[in-house]
């Protein structure tokens, strides 16, 4: 059984820092492909960033130049690294993962079959 749970959110203020985890039981990172997503009120759940097979890695363009996605095999466990975090930035968290993904998938959460419950991040003015 695949499980996944998020870890590291929290209320920050505009500027700070948060890195998030998420654990990964039941599936291997070998050949997974790995994403985050979010979804702030009243809104879709929308695409962050991923390891496409556990090799190449791909970023929403919004967040690139302040988020970085990465992993520890070892522990099964993947991040995400947030910098300058804004008060849009405000959202649950998740982490996705998935076998047999195409890489014109990755950003519909629909194409996505595992899911964490989602962490919450505030960031504050």
């Known amino acids: 059984q695949v499980q996944l749970t998020e870890s590291g959110g929290g209320f920050v203020q505009a500027g700070d820092s948060l890195r998030l985890s998420c654990v990964v039981s039941?599936?291997?990172?070998?050949?997974?492909?790995m994403g985050w997503f979010r979804q702030a009120p009243g809104s879709e759940r929308r695409f962050l960033a991923a390891?496409?097979?556990?090799?190449?890695?791909y970023y929403e363009d919004s967040v690139k130049d302040r988020f970085t996605i990465s992993r520890d095999s070892a522990k099964n466990t993947m991040y995400l690294q947030m910098n300058s975090l804004k008060v849009e930035d405000t959202a649950v968290y998740y982490c996705?993962?998935?076998?047999?993904?195409?890489?014109?998938?990755?950003?519909?959460?629909?194409?996505?079959?595992?899911w964490g419950q989602g962490t919450q991040v505030t960031v504050s003015s």
């Open positions: 390891f496409f097979r556990n090799q190449n890695t």
């Open positions: 996705a993962a998935g076998r047999g993904l195409i890489l014109s998938s990755l950003r519909d959460h629909r194409n996505w079959p595992n």
């Open positions: 039941g599936l291997t990172f070998s050949g997974t492909t």
